[in-house]
């Protein structure tokens, strides 16, 4: 599938970090109309409408080529679906509208945003990320969304929040694996209010140019790079923040297997497998993985000190 990659110098300053801080201004003016908190309204039911345009970000260049736009939405893990990667069908059960996310919890002024609202006012860019899995395979997509910290800034978070938790759709009326009453739903999952701030923190409402397929978490998931993919939960509904570290949804299943952190460590193997190399999704390719997944030069400082913590699980 052709890409077309913008120039440099195609990407319009409103788009490139620093000039964040003047998109907050805008959106400042907007939550003070109230806008932001207007329902999604005038939707058909179910399907989503285009996206609008994002430049591409170029600060986060993958080294690698992008995935086959099949293959990044059709080879999936999405338990709520169904245990196995072919659950793209049964996604689109998955209605895209109306769709609200609540962010509350350890902030000035909780809200609860219609994504429409989201997609209007948050600061949307596309970022070529790499995403790998903590089973051993990886794929570059190209998303668009927008940082993490624009949609917490919205609402203000207190000094005393330490962590966020991000909580994910269950209904059981169009998601078959919920009735695996073994696996302790919804899923959640959650990071530091550091980790949130970091510039690569990113929340997803598309993919490939287009509003995010279901099957890849739409309307909208959130994504870390330099952490293995069962950090990124998909079709998220709720955002809380919260003083307690939260037990995330595979941490509850297997802790022994599965923690809190989850930064990538070629060096730190699973204990069923090595995770020194992964395979390129939609290729035969096998690549040495990296650590943090290549983006320690963003990330590594979030984890000096942390001497006590299991950071590569
Ligand atoms: N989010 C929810 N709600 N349910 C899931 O099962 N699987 C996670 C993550 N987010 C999962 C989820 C895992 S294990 C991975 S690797 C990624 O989604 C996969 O994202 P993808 O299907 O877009 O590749």
Redesign the pocket.
């Known amino acids: 599938m052709p890409i077309r990659i913008p120039r440099g110098w195609e990407i319009p300053e409103s788009r490139v970090t620093p000039e964040a801080l003047v998109l907050g201004r805008r959106r400042g003016l907007a939550l003070g109309a109230g806008l932001l908190a207007a329902p999604a309204t005038a939707l058909a039911q179910g399907a989503p409408p285009a996206l609008p345009p994002a430049m591409r970000n170029t600060r986060y260049a993958p080294g690698r080529d992008i995935t086959d736009e099949r293959e ?2 059709s ?7 169904g ?1 196995h ?1 072919t ?1 793209s069908r049964a996604a689109q059960r998955l209605p895209q509208r109306p769709w609200t996310v609540k962010v509350e919890g350890m902030v000035e002024s909780p809200r609860e945003f219609g994504i429409e609202d989201l997609l209007r006012f948050m600061p949307l860019e596309e970022r070529v990320y790499r ?5 051993a ?1 990886s ?1 570059v ?1 190209p998303w668009t969304g927008f940082p993490l910290s624009a949609l917490l800034d919205a609402v203000r978070p207190l000094g005393s929040a330490r962590y966020v938790v991000f909580e ?2 269950a209904i059981p009326a169009v998601m078959p ?1 919920l009735r695996q009453s073994w696996y302790p739903w ?2 959640i ?1 959650g990071c530091t209010i550091e980790e949130a701030a970091n510039e690569l923190s990113f929340m997803v409402v598309g ?1 490939y140019g287009k509003p995010l397929p279901p ?3 739409g309307p909208i ?2 994504h870390q790079p330099w952490k ?9 509904v709720r955002i809380t923040l919260t003083d307690r570290r939260p037990v995330s ?2 941490e509850r299943v297997q802790p022994q297997e599965y923690g809190f952190w989850a930064n990538v460590n070629p060096e730190v193997p699973h204990p069923r497998w090595s995770q020194a190399s992964e395979r390129v ?1 939609g290729t035969n390719a096998r690549v040495p993985t990296q650590i943090f997944n290549g983006y320690g030069e963003f990330v590594a400082a979030l984890y000096t000190g942390l001497r006590n913590e299991r950071l590569w699980a």
Do not use: D, H
């Open positions: 990044a939405t080879f999936n893990n999405f338990y709520e679906f245990s990667k659950i995403l790998r899995c903590v089973e395979w794929m997509v994910t759709a694996g919804p899923y999952e993919a099957q890849n978490g998931r959130f293995y993919g069962f950090k990124a939960g998909k079709s998220i949804f595979w999704l």
